[in-house]
Every structure is written in C-alpha cells, then in structure tokens.
C-alpha cells in the first residue's frame, strides 16, 4: 500500500479508539474521568500487537502492550469474555488504573482486541483515593490480577461484589466501570463494520504495512542521531520516609538506526511508592523517542521495534513485589523522560526541550458525608514546560507522561464539601533564558468539611534543569494554612488530616529555560 492509504486506514483505526474514549467520559461517573479524561483506549490484532491508540494518556498507553501480552500469556480468549487487571506485578501499572480487554471475533474467528485503563478515583487500601505514601503494595489498595469480569458475556458477580466491598464508594467503581465495558463493546462494533467493508484480509495486509511503516519511521528518526553513547542522571527529591535523593541513571546507544536505552543503573528499590514496574519504564522511553518523530505517524508496535531497553530487577525503575508502586506510574515516570531528554540533548541539543515540571502534582482528598458513603476526590495539577530551541514553553499545562485535563471548579465544588480559592498562573516561576521556560500553577483548596489527604508531589527540592545556560525553574511549594492563621510547608510526599476552614496552597514548578539570557 503507498503512503496515503496507509495514513487512511491509521486514522480510521484511530478513530475508533477515540470513539472509545468518547463513549467512556460520557457514560462515567467520576469527575477524573469524566472531567479530567484520565484514561486512555487502543485496539491490538489478534497476536496482541498495538494496532492503534487514541491520543489520551501516554504513559497508560506505551505499558498497555505489555498488559495484552501478560493477559494473552495466561487466558484463552472466548467470545464476549472480558478481563479485568490493576496488579503491577502481573500486567497493570500501579493500583488506581484498571484496565478491560474483550476480544472482537468475527464468524467465530478472534481478529482483534480492544483494550481501556482508567484511573478510578479509589480502590481501597488505607489512604482515601489509594494514593498514600505507603511501604507495601497491599496498603494501596486493591490488586487485581488478569480476572474474568465477563465469561462469555455473564458478569463474574461473586468478583464484583468482593472488590466493591473493599472500595470506598461502590456505586462510582461500578458506574465507571460499567462506562470502560461500554467503550470495549463501541470500539468492537466499529471494528466489525470495516471488516465488513473492506475485508479481513485487506485490513490485515494493511496492518502489517502499518507497522512496517511506523517502523521505518522509527529507524530513520533514530538514524538521524548521532552514532555515540550518552550519559545523564536526575534526581527524584526523595521517598518520603528520608531526605536522601534518587538517582535515576540513563545511558541511550545509538548505533546507526538502532537504539539502546540502558536504565539499569539507577538506585535499588525504596521502600516509599516512588517504585515503577517495567513497563511504565518501557512506557517512558517509547515515549521519549516517539516525541523526536513529530506530529501525525502511525502510533504502533512497529514504532517499538527499534528500540532495546535494559532494566534491572529490584531496581527503582523494575521492582520487584511486594513494593508500593502508586507514585511510579505518574512521578517516577516523569524522572525518566527528563533523564532520557538530558541524554539527548547531548546528541541533538537544537532538537531536545529544557525540563518541564517533572511532576503530576498528585492530590488526593476523602471525607464521609452525612449519609456515610465515603466520598473520594483525585486529580493531578499541571505545571511549566521547559523552554523550546525556538520558543518560550507553555504555561499551566500537563507535560509529558500525563495529558489530562483540569477538573472545572464548577463540578468540583458541586459535588465536593470544598471551594478553590486560587486557581491561576505561578508568575515567575519559569526558568529564564533566550526563551524563557513556563510557568507553573497555583491552585488553592478551602476545605468546608474535615477530611483525609495524600501528597504525592516531587520537584519540591530539586529544579527542571535548564538547557544550554537556561535557568532551572522553580521548584514547587506545598503550603498547609490552617483555620487558625498557622502555616505549615508541608513535604512533596505526605498524609495528613484537616478541618473545616483549613487552606491547602499548591505551587507547581515551571520548566527550565533554554539558551543564554540576552542583555
């Protein structure tokens, strides 16, 4: 097939993913999905190799292959069954995000699999919005190894009904869970209608030219590195339980048009949840070099190929359980791509961004209203990105590993005891330079009844590097005002309680500038 036809049949896949994501945040319950679109669709043929994705959240998206694969490896798929997974250790990311596969059989043979994750505002464990600063993965919440929700089509109700019973607010799993099988079915129904339309084996040459396609891609982008090896180490602030840093160490070969990414030097395991598992490392660094091919190329397993990635087991970057993992996914995998960036600014230091914010900002907040059903609230706060080699970076916006949006404050104070007081830019926060990285955001939560809340933050010590003789931008401040007037800076991973009238202030870092400032 030639180059249009290929772009075609990679946007009409691509649109079916997207449609998923569409049917999913209207049918959901809770604002982080609904509002905040914290999930991300795909669609895999029938050896579980990606086939397409929407554009929603990339670090579910670039460890969701490794979820098929696990699933495929262990259950032979019927038609109208439906796998559930959240387990880390055993195909998921960190607990919050659920993920669903269904196949899609046509005349009783399996051609494809459509796939979504979801983060779901809490599945149990003792922190409300299970994102506390545990020591073990089973403090998180809830683990869920390859399941069958469905068994040809019959809900697996005595599964349900035991992890309903360990969540705090059942009606919403349920609700939003219901929405991600919906979204499977949609994608599933579309899928039969261009197999009807164009063939199984038209569309199945098609995908083949796909991935091939996205390979060449990938092979020419990293051929377009210079051949050499290129070192560089950040640093996550801490794990909560200590005020040593963590080292993050990258090593990326290029030789040719074929890449090594060798993230095994990086410090052991810790006991605070700052681990990531395998894939989400795997995730991070597709991403990073997925960013060097620029807009509009087929986004599939064939863009993987070129790339080897070395981990080491027990390591912060592929633990090994039982080690809490909540802040991995959307911390630790930020780390990754600025570490891996600072490699390549080496090699094409006119093509690679100063740092960004290098954090998701986590916030997660429970109380019991006055019926006793335990409301839980979760979202992440945008921040600065790092100062472009043309141009100033973006202020108060979601970078790299996250792509989500803000929660409006009209549909957080309508359904959370809570008003937000401040919501707005972080002026100077951003790292100047020739081009002047962004600023971070400023979001301030007034609390109008007593309740839970978990930090999971970084960038609270340490700086987004600047690039080139940029400046470093400012690092975030977590700030707690009580009723009473008294302040208190509060550590970027921390729990606590407060009450009615109590003030939480978060200020997000901004990114690092680029070049040397002009008098």
């Not at 669609?43 to 670039?62: M, R, W």
């Not at 919050?96 to 399996?110: A, G, Q, R, Y």
């Not at 939480?504 to 901004?510: A, D, H, M, V, Y």
Request: glycine share 10%; proline share 5%.
């Amino acid at each position: 097939m030639n180059v249009i036809e290929v772009q075609i049949f990679n946007k009409i896949f691509s649109s079916i993913a997207e449609e998923m994501g569409i049917v999913l945040s209207r049918a959901a319950f809770s604002s982080n999905i609904k509002e905040r679109k914290d999930f991300s669709c795909a669609i895999f043929d029938n050896q579980g190799e990606l086939v397409a994705q929407a554009a929603h959240i990339p670090v579910h998206l670039g460890a969701m292959p490794e979820t098929v694969k696990y699933c495929l490896q262990i259950h032979d798929f019927k038609e109208l069954d439906e796998i559930i997974v959240n387990d880390p250790f055993h195909g998921g990311s960190h607990l919050p995000d659920i993920t669903l596969i269904k196949p899609v059989f046509w005349h009783s043979e399996l051609l494809f699999y459509t796939a979504t994750r979801a983060h779901h505002a809490d599945v149990g464990g003792i922190s409300p919005g299970s994102m506390g600063n545990c020591t073990c993965i089973d403090d998180e919440g809830v683990r869920i190894p390859p399941t069958l929700l469905k068994k040809q089509g019959q809900t697996n109700q005595q599964f349900l009904d035991h992890f309903l019973q360990q969540v705090r607010n059942p009606l919403e799993r349920t609700a939003d869970l219901k929405a991600q099988s919906a979204s499977l079915d949609r994608g599933g129904l579309r899928l039969m209608e261009i197999v009807e339309k164009y063939g199984k084996a038209l569309l199945f040459i098609t995908i083949k030219d796909l991935k091939q396609y996205s390979e060449t891609l990938m092979l020419q982008t990293i051929k377009n590195i210079p051949d050499g090896e290129y070192h560089f180490s950040d640093f996550l602030d801490n794990d909560g339980t200590s005020t040593d840093p963590l080292e993050l160490k990258g090593i990326i070969s290029i030789t040719g048009d074929k890449a090594c990414v060798d993230l095994s030097g990086s410090c052991d395991q810790v006991r605070a949840p700052l681990n990531s598992v395998r894939p989400v490392a795997i995730s991070a660094t597709i991403y990073a070099f997925q960013c060097l091919m620029g807009e509009g190329f087929p986004i599939n397993h064939g863009s993987y190929r070129p790339i080897s990635i070395i981990t080491r087991s027990g390591s912060i970057l592929d633990a090994r359980e039982p080690a809490p993992v909540a802040a991995g996914n959307v911390e630790t995998s930020q780390r990754i791509v600025d570490v891996l960036f600072g490699c390549l600014a080496q090699a094409i230091p006119q093509t690679i961004p100063a740092a960004s914010c290098g954090t998701m900002n986590n916030v997660s907040i429970g109380w019991q209203n006055d019926n006793g059903i335990e409301l839980t609230y979760y979202e992440t706060i945008g921040g600065g990105m790092g100062a472009r080699p043309t141009m100033d970076g973006l202020s108060g916006i979601q970078t790299h590993m996250t792509n989500t949006l803000n929660t409006p404050i009209e549909d957080l104070e309508h359904d959370y005891p809570m008003r937000i007081e401040v919501y707005g830019i972080r002026s100077e926060s951003g790292g100047k330079g020739k081009y002047n990285g962004g600023n971070g955001i400023i979001r301030s939560y007034r609390f109008l009844q007593n309740a839970s809340v978990s930090l999971l933050t970084d960038r609270r010590v340490g700086q987004p590097y600047g690039l080139h003789g940029g400046q470093n931008g400012k690092s975030g401040l977590n700030i707690l005002i009580r009723y009473d007037g008294t302040e208190e800076i509060l550590p970027g991973k921390s729990s606590f309680t407060v009450q009615v009238g109590d003030l939480l202030r978060i200020e997000t870092p901004g990114g690092g500038g680029f070049g040397q400032a002009e008098n």
